[in-house]
């Protein structure tokens, strides 16, 4: 009779030593994924404006062998502000896979959220992981991310702002941090007299795809830069205020995606507020595809 492994769980720790040990750990369980650097770290659980990183580590034999964060974020949710949590970063070693680990992780993530007044958390979940998400963590799957493919430029938002009741709140230092990402560059361009968009690179020749757009103001001006001109754009997120008619973009089927992704929402309030998709706003910008 196999003996019950034995575990410990800890708080995510931002020092210096243990970013430099979670970029080791990530190599470990994802030797595909060459983005998760020390620097990268660095920059997303300790330099983030709204707070540091949340989440737990799971140790065997005092061995990192699996890992959950997430990061704060601000959203007006129904003309209020709100702080909420945005997941991101799971591993589990190979050898510690199919222990439950993930899940323990989690629930102590969450309740520790509740507990520092954390209100709701949102994530862009894989086909392969929404379901763990759903099913044993009580998600609410809002909807599978649009992925559009075309040429030029989608017509901005026309129906009034007051009419979206989710969205992501950026101000001067959360958008300076957010675009300060060590792993990726930005472009910024202003496309009419009052709007501009940001694009990066998609690691696909000939195609950018767009992350971000918004009206131009103080703190944006000085952003915008030289913008690298590729016929072929690429936008992810949900927002159904924009236009996109007389525009050369078609929707991606799935076949074409590497894998379909789905927004999912978890409100750690009495509340239970369930997000309606035809009255939010959710782009590139906001998660940690580009």
């Given at each position: 009779?196999?003996k019950k492994?034995?575990y410990?769980?800890?708080?995510?720790?931002?020092?210096?030593?243990?970013?430099?040990l979670?970029?080791?750990f990530?190599?470990?369980?994802?030797?595909?994924?060459k983005?998760?650097?020390y620097?990268?770290?660095?920059?997303?659980?300790?330099s983030?404006p709204?707070?540091?990183?949340?989440g737990f580590?799971?140790?065997?034999?005092?061995?990192?062998?699996a890992?959950?964060a997430?990061?704060?974020?601000k959203?007006?949710i129904?003309?209020?502000e709100?702080k909420?949590?945005l997941?991101l970063?799971?591993?589990?070693?190979p050898?510690?896979?199919?222990?439950?680990?993930?899940?323990?992780?989690?629930k102590?993530t969450?309740?520790?959220?509740?507990?520092n007044?954390?209100?709701?958390?949102?994530g862009?979940?894989n086909?392969?992981?929404s379901?763990?998400?759903?099913?044993?963590?009580?998600?609410?799957?809002?909807?599978p991310?649009?992925?559009?493919?075309?040429?030029?430029?989608?017509?901005t938002?026309?129906?009034?702002t007051?009419?979206c009741?989710?969205y992501?709140?950026w101000?001067r230092?959360s958008?300076y941090?957010?675009?300060?990402?060590?792993?990726?560059?930005y472009?910024?361009k202003?496309?009419?007299?009052?709007?501009?968009?940001i694009?990066?690179?998609t690691?696909?020749l000939?195609?950018?795809?767009i992350?971000?757009?918004?009206k131009?103001?103080?703190?944006?001006?000085?952003?915008?830069?030289?913008?690298?001109?590729n016929?072929?754009k690429?936008?992810?997120?949900i927002?159904?205020f924009?236009?996109?008619?007389?525009?050369?973009?078609?929707?991606?089927p799935?076949?074409?995606k590497?894998?379909?992704l789905?927004?999912?929402?978890?409100?750690?309030?009495e509340?239970?507020?369930?997000?309606?998709?035809?009255s939010i706003k959710?782009?590139?910008?906001?998660f940690d595809?580009?």
């Open positions: 009779m196999n492994l034995e410990t769980y800890r708080e995510v720790n931002i020092e210096e030593s243990q970013l430099r979670y970029s080791i990530f190599k470990k369980c994802y030797k595909r994924n983005h998760l650097t620097d990268y770290l660095k920059w997303l659980y300790s983030n709204e707070g540091n990183a949340i580590d799971a140790f065997f034999n005092d061995q990192i062998v890992h959950y997430c990061i704060p974020v959203y007006c129904n003309e209020n709100t909420g949590l997941s970063n799971t591993a589990t070693h050898n510690h896979q199919r222990k439950g680990l993930f899940l323990k992780l989690a102590k969450y309740d520790f959220a509740l507990e007044n954390f209100k709701f958390i949102i862009v979940a086909s392969q992981s379901h763990g998400f759903l099913k044993r963590l009580d998600f609410e799957l809002v909807k991310l649009d992925v559009k493919l075309g040429i030029g430029f989608p017509n938002s026309q129906k009034k007051d009419e009741k989710f992501r709140i101000d230092d958008f941090w957010r675009k300060s990402n060590p792993g990726k560059g472009d910024f202003k496309i009419t007299n009052n709007n501009f968009i694009t990066t690179n690691g696909m000939g195609i950018r795809a992350v971000y757009e918004s131009v103001n103080s703190y944006f001006i000085s952003t915008i830069r030289k913008f690298y001109f016929p072929l690429i936008w992810i997120g927002d159904s924009k236009n996109w008619n007389n525009r050369l973009y078609f929707n991606l799935d076949r074409m590497i894998s379909p789905n927004l999912i929402f978890k409100d750690l309030t509340r239970k507020i369930r997000l309606d998709p035809d959710f782009t590139g910008f906001d595809a580009y």
